[in-house]
């Protein structure tokens, strides 16, 4: 499979053994039940935005994200702790839920 082959990102589900297309990963986690939940327990959901509650290191992209960092349009990966993030100068950032709270507006 090529994986630059779309714009789309892939995820790899550790269920089937296979690499599938992460807006197909979300549906079927929504389908499936399961629940995303922040630091707090909101529930998240496709298009949320989230603030970090920690420093975090990212590893690979030799920068660390500061605590109060706003992120933008999160995607579910189908797994119940990681969130799929875009912030600029980081490609393909996945966030542990358990550091990210839920931006009220």
């Given amino acids: 499979?090529?994986?630059?082959?779309?714009?789309?990102?892939?995820?790899?589900?550790?269920a089937s053994g296979e690499w599938v297309s992460a807006s197909d990963a979300a549906t079927e986690a929504r389908a499936g039940g399961i629940e995303v939940r922040d630091a707090v327990g909101n529930?998240?959901?496709?298009?949320?935005?989230?603030?970090?509650?920690k420093d975090l290191k990212v590893k690979g992209a030799g920068?660390?994200?500061k605590r109060g960092t706003l992120i933008k349009s999160i995607r579910l990966t189908g797994?119940?702790?990681e969130?799929?993030?875009?912030?600029?100068?980081?490609?393909?950032?996945?966030?542990?839920?358990?550091?990210?709270?839920?931006?009220?507006d």
């Fill in 63 to 65: 920068q660390t994200l």
């Fill in 43 to 53: 529930l998240l959901a496709d298009g949320d935005q989230v603030t970090l509650i």
């Fill in 83 to 104: 969130i799929d993030c875009r912030y600029e100068g980081i490609k393909g950032l996945v966030l542990r839920a358990e550091f990210v709270k839920k931006r009220q």
């Fill in 79 to 81: 797994d119940d702790q």
């Fill in 1 to 14: 499979m090529d994986m630059n082959a779309g714009d789309d990102d892939y995820v790899y589900d550790e």
